[in-house]
């Protein structure tokens, strides 16, 4: 029943932005934590990017300085805005969370299904 479903890909040149959005749905208790991961062709799924329930953030090392995380915790929702893209960034971004469903006490941690970024030189 809980989904997250991002939006906000598409095709960019380099040096431009880009803004990801990742929307939680479901009956929900409480979001621990919400990322994003990326994974270009042929590559292995990589990290890129996490905020905490207090807006603590972390960021991978070749995107520091460029990409910035956020939350909107009234519409379960978080954010990845982009800027200075390179074409190295081009690849399927996918939203994750660790979140608490309503109704149990266990967290869990679910997948969206990403939106593909892709970056032109």
């Known amino acids: 029943q809980v989904q997250l479903v991002e939006s906000g890909g598409g095709l960019v040149q380099a040096g431009g932005s880009l803004r990801l959005s990742c929307a939680a749905s479901?009956?929900?208790?409480?979001?621990?934590?919400m990322g994003w991961y990326r994974q270009a062709p042929g590559n292995q799924r990589e990290w890129v990017a996490t905020?905490?329930?207090?807006?603590?953030?972390t960021y991978a090392d070749n995107v520091k300085g460029r990409f910035t995380i956020s939350r909107d915790n009234a519409k379960n929702t978080v954010y990845l805005q982009m800027n200075s893209l390179k074409p190295e960034d081009t690849a399927v971004y996918y939203c994750?969370?660790?979140?608490?469903?309503?109704?149990?006490?266990?967290?869990?941690?679910?997948w969206g299904k990403g939106t593909l970024v892709t970056v032109s030189s």
């Open positions: 994750n969370a660790n979140l608490i469903p309503a109704m149990t006490p266990y967290a869990m941690i679910i």
């Open positions: 479901g009956i929900i208790s409480a979001i621990n934590t």
């Open positions: 905020i905490n329930r207090y807006d603590m953030t």
